[in-house]
């Protein structure tokens, strides 16, 4: 079972940046994929982002595409989020992911993963 633990997610106007962290701990980070969800007041939880376990693919939601970036750091067992030009559309509590199986790509499904943060809250105000 692996733990994670979201940080960043505060009050930004529309137009700005945050940067969304997991921290991730008890597996092997680097042998499973992640992702970022969220769902907004009302809604279900969507997929935003995700990243293959070795890096070399990601995908997005449409939505996000060109203003969100997911990485992941091996060293610090850290995934991340960038979020450029903010939208109130992109209020939501914020999860992060690990993947239910090793390898794989990026992964787009709530159903392919295991274990999930408590969340962060990102608002953006209009």
């Known amino acids: 079972q692996v733990q994670l633990v979201e940080s960043g997610g505060g009050l930004v106007q529309a137009g700005g940046s945050l940067r969304l962290s997991c921290a991730a701990s008890?597996?092997?980070?680097?042998?499973?994929?992640m992702g970022w969800f969220r769902q907004a007041p009302g809604k279900e939880r969507e997929f935003v982002a995700s990243?293959?376990?070795?890096?070399?693919?990601?995908d997005y939601t449409d939505s996000v595409k060109g203003r969100f970036t997911i990485s992941r750091d091996y060293v610090r067992n850290t995934m991340y989020l960038q979020m450029n030009s903010l939208k109130p559309e992109d209020t939501a509590i914020y999860y992060c992911?690990?993947?239910?199986?090793?390898?794989?790509?990026?992964?787009?499904?709530?159903?392919?993963?295991?274990?999930w943060g408590q969340g962060t809250q990102v608002t953006v105000s209009s």
């Open positions: 992911a690990a993947a239910r199986s090793r390898a794989g790509g990026a992964r787009t499904s709530p159903e392919d993963f295991g274990s």
């Open positions: 008890g597996r092997t980070f680097s042998r499973y994929g």
């Open positions: 990243i293959s376990w070795d890096s070399t693919s990601t």
